[in-house]
């Protein structure tokens, strides 16, 4: 779930028909991307009832764009 790739460090999760990308530059911490992205899986499938799915993440978008602006307000 990681790959390197024009000087950047990707790392990825699928969930049914949905892929979630973290992208960093080649030096940061593969473990920390990690993190942020389990951390955003995890929120979205809180706030989406365990359904994980690209039809229920359009649908909740405005709650989907919350998370992500709560993830990355702290840096």
Do not use: P, Q
């Not at 990825?12 to 942020?36: A, P």
């Amino acid at each position: 779930e990681i790959a390197f790739w024009g000087g950047m460090t990707i790392v990825y999760k699928s969930s049914i028909d949905l892929l979630l990308y973290v992208v960093g530059s080649s030096s940061e911490n593969e473990l920390m991307l990690m993190s942020v992205l389990a951390c955003l899986f995890d929120s979205l499938s809180h706030i989406l009832r365990k359904n994980v799915e690209r039809r229920w993440l359009l649908e909740n978008m405005d709650g989907a764009f919350l998370v992500l602006d709560e993830i990355v307000d702290g840096g």
